[in-house]
């Protein structure tokens, strides 16, 4: 039997095994929503229901992410859960991406984003079997110490000036997220979790997505992600519970999709309804599966770790 | 004026940057979860070889650059242009001492060479990866020696130096690989 179906089935395991033992219960959340996540980096598929009840059809998503019926789950009074979840996301495929891929999501009620670091630290050493160390930095230290500009101080004018100095030559890159996000893609994550988990946490606000604002400081969203071996593993918030706010930040996404030519999606009036009655304080994370399973077999590619990928699917 | 998008980005296809047609070796898709994706591309400048490393953000569009490898037989030099002739359609084609490059050192009448034509002219002609030449100037060595080792150096009838063994003699034949410049074996007419 061949290596890789071996070792994602011991993986499954473990991380059953990891939840059980801490009494996170496992759920199932459908795949298919009419609504979608807004962020204009993340492509949904869409697919159609025709049949009893929609005789004139409906539009669905795939889901990028099973965030909002968990939260949904959350708000309902279920306690700490965890999935995994088969996620579609159109237009990403590549050494590290598949557009069916799984996510490990999972949610803590009364947890903020550090004890939450603390906890997926727990469960990568749980499956890999090896005693890692992790360490931790701000993402403003982190362009401080590679690319030598504060994130949020400096001007375009400045991170070009910065890229050039690099060695970097950049076509269409435009606006200040698109060089932290080719600054940390090309430079900084290749150099993070060489023998160690990283952790990078307090993104710019501009990069909140769903996490909720530093009480202390608005300028940084209580927002983390794990890199191990060069490779982006997890994403983590310390969730954003105010409902207003996160129809505003719908509503500001749909605007930049509408500005950058791309469809614009319907807002999960389902997760706003829950927010609005009320989603407990919690921090949850997704962790990329396939990610983690190829590192585990040393493989060089998601291809390799795949039952089947995009190109023989 | 055709262009690809970042979608279209594979090994092989052509591009005009900056002026210059380039070939992409490699091409990678790079994307932060939740963050802006961009296509990491090595490419090969067709006029000058030189590689170099560009980063695209994805979904921006590139002009195309036409550019196509031909198979054209070599005809003759005429001092300043070496000319060629597609055996089909009998166009002939020149290529000036940039776009022959290395070839030179290797092609001779009649040969037939992977010339790659941008706006229908030549801009890199590649030699055969394997010709027949005849020495020309060699030290005589040692006869008998059928060792292989050490070898000595031997001038071509195309000018081209080459290490061969001791055995091989002034006025005989061998094939050379054109990509290392190295001797493979004595030819047989």
Same mark, same amino acid.
């Given at each position: 039997?061949?290596?890789?179906?071996?070792?994602?089935?011991?993986?499954?395991?473990r991380?059953?095994?990891?939840?059980?033992?801490?009494?996170?219960?496992?759920?199932?959340t459908?795949?298919?929503?009419?609504?979608?996540g807004? *962020?204009?980096?993340?492509?949904?598929?869409r697919?159609?229901?025709?049949?009893?009840e929609?005789?004139?059809?409906?539009?669905?998503?795939?889901?990028?992410?099973?965030?909002?019926?968990?939260?949904?789950?959350?708000?309902?009074?279920?306690?700490?859960?965890?999935q995994?979840?088969?996620?579609?996301?159109?237009?990403?495929?590549?050494?590290?991406?598949?557009?069916?891929?799984?996510?490990?999501?999972?949610?803590?009620?009364?947890?903020?984003?550090?004890?939450?670091?603390?906890?997926?630290?727990?469960?990568?050493?749980a499956?890999?079997?090896e005693?890692?160390?992790?360490?931790?930095?701000?993402?403003? *230290?982190?362009?401080?110490?590679?690319?030598?500009?504060?994130?949020?101080?400096?001007?375009?004018?400045?991170?070009?000036?910065?890229?050039?100095?690099?060695?970097?030559?950049?076509?269409?890159?435009?606006?200040?997220?698109?060089?932290?996000?080719?600054?940390?893609?090309?430079?900084?994550?290749?150099?993070?979790?060489?023998?160690?988990?990283?952790?990078?946490?307090?993104?710019?606000?501009?990069?909140?997505?769903?996490?909720?604002?530093?009480?202390?400081?608005?300028?940084?969203?209580?927002?983390?992600?794990?890199?191990?071996?060069?490779?982006?593993?997890?994403?983590?918030?310390?969730?954003?519970?105010?409902?207003?706010e996160?129809r505003?930040?719908?509503?500001?996404?749909?605007?930049?999709?509408?500005?950058?030519?791309?469809?614009?999606?319907?807002?999960?009036?389902?997760?706003?309804?829950?927010?609005?009655?009320?989603?407990?304080?919690?921090?949850?994370?997704?962790?990329?599966?396939?990610?983690?399973?190829?590192?585990?077999?040393?493989?060089?590619?998601?291809? *390799?770790?795949?039952?089947?990928?995009?190109?023989?699917? | 004026?055709?262009?690809?998008?970042?979608?279209?980005?594979?090994? =092989?296809?052509?591009?005009?940057?900056?002026?210059?047609?380039?070939?992409?070796?490699?091409?990678?898709?790079?994307?932060? =979860?939740?963050?802006?994706?961009?296509?990491?591309?090595k490419?090969?400048?067709?006029?000058?070889?030189?590689?170099?490393?560009?980063?695209?953000?994805?979904?921006?569009s590139?002009?195309?650059?036409?550019?196509?490898?031909?198979?054209?037989?070599?005809?003759?030099?005429?001092?300043?242009?070496?000319?060629?002739?597609?055996?089909?359609?009998f166009?002939?084609?020149?290529?000036?001492?940039?776009?022959?490059?290395?070839a030179?050192?290797w092609i001779?009448?009649?040969?037939?060479?992977?010339?790659?034509?941008?706006?229908?002219?030549?801009?890199?002609?590649?030699?055969?990866?394997?010709?027949?030449?005849?020495?020309?100037?060699?030290?005589?060595?040692?006869k008998?020696?059928t060792?292989?080792g050490?070898?000595?150096p031997?001038?071509?009838?195309? =000018?081209?130096?080459?290490?061969?063994?001791?055995?091989?003699?002034?006025?005989?034949?061998?094939?050379?690989?054109?990509?290392?410049?190295?001797?493979i074996?004595?030819?047989?007419?």
């Amino acid at each position: 039997m061949p290596d890789r179906l071996r070792a994602r089935a011991q993986l499954l395991r473990r991380v059953r095994r990891f939840f059980d033992g801490r009494g996170v219960m496992e759920v199932c959340t459908p795949v298919l929503s009419r609504a979608a996540g807004t *962020d204009p980096a993340i492509e949904p598929l869409r697919t159609c229901y025709t049949g009893p009840e929609y005789p004139g059809g409906l539009d669905l998503y795939l889901q990028t992410s099973p965030e909002f019926p968990m939260k949904r789950l959350l708000a309902e009074g279920s306690g700490p859960i965890y999935q995994l979840a088969q996620v579609f996301r159109d237009g990403e495929y590549g050494l590290r991406h598949n557009p069916e891929f799984t996510l490990l999501e999972w949610y803590r009620p009364g947890f903020d984003h550090h004890q939450l670091m603390d906890e997926v630290a727990d469960l990568v050493r749980a499956c890999l079997g090896e005693p890692l160390e992790v360490e931790k930095f701000t993402y403003v *230290d982190l362009f401080l110490e590679h690319i030598g500009v504060h994130p949020l101080d400096a001007d375009v004018a400045e991170l070009l000036a910065a890229a050039e100095q690099l060695g970097l030559v950049v076509e269409g890159v435009t606006d200040r997220n698109e060089w932290l996000d080719l600054f940390m893609s090309l430079v900084i994550e290749p150099r993070l979790g060489r023998d160690r988990l990283t952790f990078v946490h307090d993104y710019p606000a501009s990069q909140a997505s769903l996490a909720r604002l530093n009480p202390g400081d608005s300028r940084f969203a209580s927002r983390f992600e794990l890199y191990f071996r060069g490779v982006e593993l997890a994403n983590g918030f310390h969730e954003l519970t105010d409902a207003a706010e996160q129809r505003r930040r719908f509503e500001e996404e749909n605007r930049q999709r509408e500005k950058k030519g791309q469809r614009l999606l319907p807002l999960d009036e389902n997760l706003l309804a829950a927010l609005e009655a009320g989603l407990p304080d919690c921090a949850g994370v997704a962790l990329g599966l396939d990610r983690l399973l190829m590192l585990s077999l040393n493989a060089s590619c998601l291809d *390799d770790v795949l039952s089947f990928s995009l190109k023989n699917a | 004026m055709a262009t690809y998008s970042t979608n279209e980005f594979r090994g =092989g296809l052509k591009l005009l940057l900056d002026g210059d047609p380039c070939v992409i070796i490699e091409n990678e898709f790079v994307k932060p =979860g939740k963050g802006q994706a961009f296509n990491r591309v090595k490419l090969r400048n067709l006029k000058t070889g030189r590689v170099l490393e560009k980063t695209f953000k994805s979904g921006e569009s590139v002009e195309a650059a036409d550019v196509m490898d031909r198979d054209l037989q070599y005809l003759y030099n005429d001092g300043e242009y070496w000319y060629f002739m597609d055996n089909e359609s009998f166009e002939q084609y020149q290529a000036d001492a940039q776009a022959m490059g290395d070839a030179v050192k290797w092609i001779k009448d009649q040969d037939v060479c992977n010339v790659t034509l941008w706006n229908n002219q030549p801009i890199l002609v590649e030699a055969p990866n394997f010709v027949v030449l005849e020495i020309t100037d060699t030290d005589p060595g040692l006869k008998g020696d059928t060792s292989g080792g050490g070898g000595k150096p031997a001038t071509l009838e195309t =000018g081209a130096v080459v290490r061969v063994p001791l055995f091989v003699q002034i006025g005989e034949k061998i094939k050379v690989d054109t990509r290392k410049g190295e001797y493979i074996s004595r030819a047989k007419d």
